[in-house]
């Protein structure tokens, strides 16, 4: 079974430039997760997917980041302007629809991004 | 409000049972703990996943009391290569949603020495 694949691996921008990252879960994954995971911390959820819906939006910093997951399958999280303090590894994550009170995640690598 | 509290570190050696407790003292009555561990330089993967009693798999055990405050997972014989740090969560309901939130605190460090 195909893990969770996110590119680019590595990015290093300017700040105030933009970026891009994808994700594609595992197939029939209807719950799609982004975190960010800043050096020593635990991860920090951006935003949750169920299908092509937001169920969860809260720590999402609206002002300069957006995400969206057309058709349900794939995922694009985008920062712009791009901020020093958003050096981190962005990972994404999914899981099995009609997981309930389950919470078995399967997360890809990450891309780890340098604002300079 | 942190749902969950584990120590920030712990040390042992190989060939050592490790225990990390986990305190939830405010964990709903439908909600499952759940265990993920973290190596440098990759995402969170899932250990292990419990209710109540006791729970095993190729891994690790999780112990859990009957009141659910606390959960403890236990590695047993740990290797050089079970340096990582371990994660516990516990159910946060996204509202009226019926959904879950994937919930990290900052975890144990574990460092297993030769």
């Known amino acids: 079974e195909a893990g969770v694949a996110q590119s680019p691996r590595y990015k290093i921008i300017e700040k105030r430039q933009s970026v891009a990252f994808w994700c594609n879960p595992i197939?029939?994954?209807?719950?799609l997760y982004w975190y960010q995971q800043i050096l020593g911390q635990g991860p920090k959820l951006l935003i949750q997917f169920q299908n092509n819906g937001v169920v969860d939006d809260s720590q999402l910093p609206k002002d300069r980041f957006s995400a969206e997951r057309l058709k349900g399958v794939d995922s694009t999280l985008k920062i712009q302007p791009a901020k020093l303090e958003d050096s981190a590894v962005y990972l994404c994550?999914?899981?099995?629809?009609?997981?309930?009170?389950?919470?078995?995640?399967?997360f890809g690598q990450g891309t780890r991004l340098t604002v300079v | 409000l942190a749902k969950t509290t584990q120590p920030i570190s712990m040390d042992s050696y190989e060939g050592q049972e490790v225990n990390i407790t986990c305190s939830h003292n405010n964990i709903a009555t439908n909600d499952y703990i759940t265990w993920y561990q973290q190596f440098p330089s990759q995402g969170p993967r899932f250990i292990i996943q419990?209710?109540?009693t006791k729970v095993t798999n190729e891994v690790a055990s999780l112990f859990i009391p009957a009141d659910r405050k606390s959960s403890t997972l236990s590695l047993p014989r740990v290797s050089l290569s079970d340096t990582a740090v371990y994660y516990c969560l516990v159910g946060d309901s996204i509202v009226n949603t019926g959904f879950q939130k994937l919930v990290f605190g900052t975890g144990t460090r574990l460092l297993v020495s030769p």
């Open positions: 419990g209710y109540k």
């Open positions: 197939s029939g994954h209807a719950t």
């Open positions: 994550a999914s899981s099995l629809p009609g997981t309930g009170r389950s919470t078995e995640a399967f």
